[in-house]
């Protein structure tokens, strides 16, 4: 059976109905999110991009490499990682610039855009799920620096960030270094209204969820029967996302039927937020040494340096 909708059927069919975020990523789903991006409210890529452009040689001198890899897990368009390379090609002797992606198509559009503005930089992109393509890393011997950018880390749930944080340490030998973007702890009122914009561009993105599995899968969801709903926990630092059945209703998927009461909520997205304390203990857990954590003029953001 088709991954996606194995995902779907084991998400609904569990007490506490939910769906995996990623997701949310087909090609309408990829537009949304770059509005997202735009938004006043969702207040992450303008901090992660401040950051770039004012700590960048802050960052590389804390890096005592000459010849180096530099690996970005999830690169997408490299459009901000663009603003750290520019600076790191005159720090390195050589310098190799590995973008991994999921997507063939976005990696062509990181290369060209990469190269556009650094030509001299050798790029070598690696298309599949950075889970399996790992692999071909391993012939590769020069010191390396791993990138996960964009707070992306935050939509791992619950311990599945320590997961992959213990698999990126797999991926390095002693020594090498792990920058990591991260949203951080803030003012609740901020964060609740990253997710929740005025203009409802977060509530379409979690809708077209339902939208993808009505076209991919043959799903009956009617949307205007389900609304979104974002709210933050300053306890556990997440916020979490969720589509609430209007009514009680039957839906239907590939001959699988599910019901829903009236209010019932499916949980579409965690994005949890870190403490400076909290990315100590976790970097510690998972075979890292806190190196320097660099954060943007109002500190909402963090773009955190472990070493193994
Ligand atoms: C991709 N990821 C870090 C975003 C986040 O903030 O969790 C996805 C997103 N969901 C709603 N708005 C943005």
Redesign the pocket.
Known sequence: MDRFLQDVLTGLGSEFKTLP?KY?YDEKGSKI?QR??ALDE?Y?PGCEVEILNESSDLILAEIPFDTIDIVELGSGDGSKTMIFLKQAIRKFNSLTYIPMDISPGILEVNKDLIHSQVPKLEIIPIAGDYLLTSSQLEKRDKPRLLLFM???I??FPGDKAKGFMGFVNGMMKRGDYFMMGV?LRKNPHVIRA??NDKDGV?RL??LNLLERINRELGGDFDLSEFEHF?TYNPVTGE?M?YLVSQKKQIVQIAGRLFQFDRYEAILT???RKFSIKELNSIGKETGFATVRHFLDSKGYFSLSLFRK
């Open positions: 975020s949310f999110f997202i991006m969702y992450l964009g707070s992306n935050g939509n949203d990253a997710y977060t993105f979690n974002g916020a996302s997205e965690v994005s």
